[in-house]
Structures are given as structure tokens and as C-alpha cells.
């Protein structure tokens, strides 16, 4: 299994403003993952970040708007950019272990909402 | 192209009773299945997964579920829920050609004491 944490747990932010998510976890993974849970929703992926390659973004999500830096593979994170109330969400951090990639963790989520 | 299916937004069920909780998906080829549950305010804690092998797999807290490849089905079971499973509970699909999950809708759980 992995041990995922965020930073921060939850934020309250001014329409415009941007507010970057860290995800951290305590041991080397290729693949991460950043979510989005809009409220009363499930799940949406936003993109996949590989260490040393370009995020790769799901169709209706883009760099501008999500930037995500992936240092190394450990560590990523995610900016939400130019906020704007229907940007609040839960956004968690995921990433895949096991030998085939079989199972994914999740990080706690940072709860954000932006007024 | 892949989708799951949680046909009930909301199961009730009394405490000590049996649970069920529907997911269908669609896949081509084999599927990964998952599922997992996510408690107020909390993460995303996974519970169980089908890859391969036998058909009734077994996870966290007494949970259990059943791959149907011919229904195309793979619901929760617990034989005796507890209040504290009462929760939102997420089925996921993953190609084994492809990197991510892909998630149900959910269904939100209640445990009535």
C-alpha cells in the first residue's frame, strides 16, 4: 500500500486568487494521479503526472488552468489557477501500486471553496 | 471505452441485516474492479479488488464481493452491516490496457441502528 498525504487539508479563497495542492508520498511511484470530486459527485480525473514527462490532461481539463509540477517520484503538485466559485471541490491526489499497477491509493483530499 | 453503473443513489438497510450494493461496468476486454468507500469529510479508503482467480473476492471490514463476467456485475456484500459501514461507497473499472480508474456515481449507504 502507500501512505499519501496532502497540504493543505482544506482552503477558503478569493474568486481569481490560485492555490497549489502538495501531494506527498512515502514511497517511489511512476504514476500519480490528481482528481476532482465536485460536490454530491464522483470522482473525475484531471490528469496523470509521470516524473520527468509532461502531465498528460483529460479532455475539458487544461495546463493553464491546472498546472502540475512532478519533481521527482515522490512529490507532486497540483495548482488550481484564476478561481472561480465552481472551481470548489475536493481534489485528490491518487497513485498506483503493485507489481501490474493493480491497485490505487488515495490521498485525504483538500477540500476547497472558493468564494 | 470504459463506464460503470451504481444503479441506487441511496440503500438502506437495518443494522444486522445483509447488504448489497449494485455496480455493473462496461470494458473491452478484462476488467480490474474495485471498490471503495469514503466516510464524511475523509478520503477515498480502498476495500477490495477483482483481478483475477476466483470469482468472490474479500476485503476490509467484512466486505466481500462477486465478479459476474456473463452480468457484467461486481456488488458489495457484507453479510451483517454494522452502523459504522454507513458511508459512500465507489465502484471502479480499470482496462488492463489503460493507467487510470474509472469511477461509478456512488451510493451513499445507511446503516439504520
Known amino acids: 500500500s502507500a501512505v499519501i498525504s496532502q497540504k493543505p487539508s482544506r482552503d477558503i479563497c478569493q474568486r481569481g486568487t490560485s492555490l497549489t495542492i502538495q501531494c506527498q508520498v512515502d514511497?517511489?511511484?511512476?504514476?500519480m494521479f490528481w482528481y476532482r470530486q465536485q460536490p454530491g459527485q464522483s470522482l473525475t480525473l484531471i490528469a496523470t503526472?509521470?516524473?520527468?514527462?509532461?502531465?498528460?490532461?483529460e479532455s475539458g481539463f487544461v495546463i493553464d488552468k491546472f498546472p502540475i509540477s512532478r519533481p521527482n517520484l515522490t512529490f507532486s503538485t497540483l495548482t488550481v489557477s484564476n478561481m472561480s466559485p465552481e472551481d470548489s471541490s475536493i481534489y485528490l491526489c491518487?497513485?498506483?501500486?503493485?507489481?501490474?499497477?493493480?491497485?490505487?491509493?488515495f490521498g485525504p483530499g483538500t477540500r476547497l471553496l472558493v468564494l | 471505452a470504459q463506464s460503470v453503473a451504481q444503479p441506487e443513489d441511496q440503500v438502506n438497510v437495518a443494522e444486522g441485516n445483509p447488504l448489497t450494493v449494485k455496480c455493473t461496468y462496461s470494458?473491452?476486454?478484462?476488467?480490474?474492479l474495485f471498490w471503495y468507500v469514503q466516510y464524511p469529510n475523509r478520503g477515498l479508503q480502498f476495500l477490495l479488488k477483482?483481478?483475477?482467480?476466483?470469482?468472490l473476492v474479500k476485503g476490509s471490514y467484512g466486505f466481500e464481493a462477486e465478479f459476474n463476467k456473463s452480468q457484467t456485475s461486481f456488488h458489495l456484500k457484507k453479510p451483517s452491516a454494522l452502523v459504522s459501514d454507513s458511508a459512500l461507497y465507489f465502484c471502479?473499472?480499470?482496462?488492463?490496457?489503460?493507467?487510470?480508474?474509472?469511477f461509478g456515481t456512488g451510493t451513499r449507504l445507511t446503516v439504520i441502528p
Open positions: 491518487s497513485v498506483v501500486t503493485g507489481g501490474r499497477r493493480e491497485t490505487q491509493y
Open positions: 514511497s517511489q511511484v511512476t504514476m
Open positions: 503526472a509521470n516524473q520527468g514527462s509532461e502531465a498528460t490532461y
Open positions: 470494458v473491452s476486454g478484462n476488467p480490474y
Open positions: 477483482y483481478i483475477t482467480g476466483d470469482n
Open positions: 471502479a473499472v480499470r482496462a488492463l490496457w489503460a493507467n487510470n480508474l474509472f
